[in-house]
């Protein structure tokens, strides 16, 4: 698992170069690096004897659960929105230098054209998102 973290922000650090997103990377990593020491002293502090109040047991035991899920949650949901980020910006830039009918071409002319009509009307349109940056 730790080589496919590795890859990803490989990856993600070839996408986010030269863009606003390019520190936020390093801030996910050492959040995930944080969260690592905490499970492992949470672990520490189970596994030893000094804590002897169940309570205490308890707790600690959901920390150890909770802390982790959480922050995996912040830093997925971190990367999607950089993720999301940069597809608008790749979409706004081919927007931007095309014509329109250079950048209607695509839709036109997809296999799936009947689809795309009668699902253009979603967020997450490709199509509306250029359309949208072309009038603004």
Same mark, same amino acid.
């Given at each position: 698992?730790?080589?496919?973290?590795?890859?990803?922000?490989?990856?993600?650090?070839?996408?986010?170069?030269?863009?606003?997103?390019?520190?936020?990377?390093?801030?996910?990593?050492?959040?995930?690096?944080?969260?690592?020491?905490?499970? !492992?002293? *949470?672990?520490? %502090? /189970?596994?030893?004897?000094?804590?002897?109040?169940?309570?205490? $047991?308890?707790?600690?035991? @959901?920390?150890?659960?909770?802390?982790?899920?959480?922050?995996?949650? !912040?830093? *997925?949901?971190? %990367? /999607?929105?950089?993720?999301?980020?940069?597809?608008?910006?790749? $979409?706004?830039?081919?927007? @931007?230098?095309?014509?329109?009918?250079?950048?209607?071409?695509?839709?036109?002319?997809?296999?799936?054209? /009947?689809?795309?009509?009668?699902?253009?009307?979603?967020?997450?349109?490709?199509?509306?998102?250029?359309?949208?940056?072309?009038?603004?």
């Amino acid at each position: 698992s730790v080589l496919a973290f590795d890859s990803i922000f490989h990856v993600l650090h070839k996408l986010t170069h030269d863009t606003p997103f390019h520190h936020m990377l390093p801030a996910i990593e050492k959040e995930l690096m944080i969260v690592g020491c905490m499970a !492992f002293t *949470f672990r520490i %502090l /189970l596994s030893s004897s000094v804590v002897t109040d169940e309570k205490w $047991i308890y707790s600690l035991e @959901y920390a150890d659960i909770l802390v982790p899920i959480t922050s995996f949650c !912040f830093c *997925f949901e971190g %990367l /999607l929105m950089v993720g999301m980020s940069l597809q608008a910006f790749d $979409i706004w830039n081919r927007a @931007y230098h095309l014509q329109l009918v250079e950048f209607l071409d695509d839709y036109l002319h997809s296999p799936y054209i /009947l689809f795309l009509q009668r699902y253009a009307w979603l967020p997450f349109s490709k199509l509306n998102s250029g359309l949208e940056f072309r009038i603004i």
